[in-house]
């Protein structure tokens, strides 16, 4: 009889042993664990540009969620998407107006996008103040592309993160912290080429002149 016992409990630990990897693996893929397996299609799109995850799901489906994220992978591929500022400022230096050049370029290519400017500050000063010169901040970057003509109605989102998301995380004077962060948000919606469903040719769209257009 314990001959027979222990060759069963043997025989249970070869078992757990090879059971062990296909539990993890399992785990991995789990909720709250980082694992995709289980996310609405778009869902990892900001909220604040296409609403819930439910919305999202609806979106991809159709094409624009999908589309809209080709379209900023190429913007921050081909476009400096970035201004900084120095402190206490929302003035535009010339390295700033340089950049935005690229950008309305680039915006002025695709008349059917929308895109969001996020102000940024760096971790000196009070939070409400920060707040404050974060959204100067983006609203001067608006302004200024306005100016380069590129549509207002377009610019759909002047968000304001003050110091709430430092790229250096130092209570000191940083600029790299001190800046804006320009996003593609989605579709005009009344575009004819978004209301005829032709996201593909918007995205693919060849950029004349690439991230140098002036």
Known sequence: MKLVARTLTAQRV?????????????AACGPGTGGDWN????????????????TNNALYHSGQLHYAQVLSQRFAQ???TTVT?????????AEAE???RHQAAFMRQFPEVRFSVYGHTDLVGSAGYNQRLGQRRARAVVHHLVALGVERSRLDALVS??????????QTEERRNRRTVTEVTGFVERHPA???????????????????AQ
């Open 39 to 54: 996310r609405e299609a778009g869902a990892q799109i900001r909220d604040a540009g296409f609403g819930s995850p439910t």
């Open 85 to 93: 500022f120095a402190f206490n400022s929302a003035r535009l230096d």
């Open 14 to 26: 070869r078992a757990i042993g090879l059971a062990l990897p296909v539990l993890a693996g399992l």
């Open 194 to 212: 978004v209301l005829d469903g032709r996201y593909a040719q918007i995205a693919y769209r060849s950029y004349v002149g690439g991230s140098a």
């Open 98 to 100: 340089a950049v935005l």
């Open 78 to 80: 081909e476009v400096p």
């Open 161 to 170: 993160l003050g110091e709430t998301q430092p790229i250096v995380a130092t």
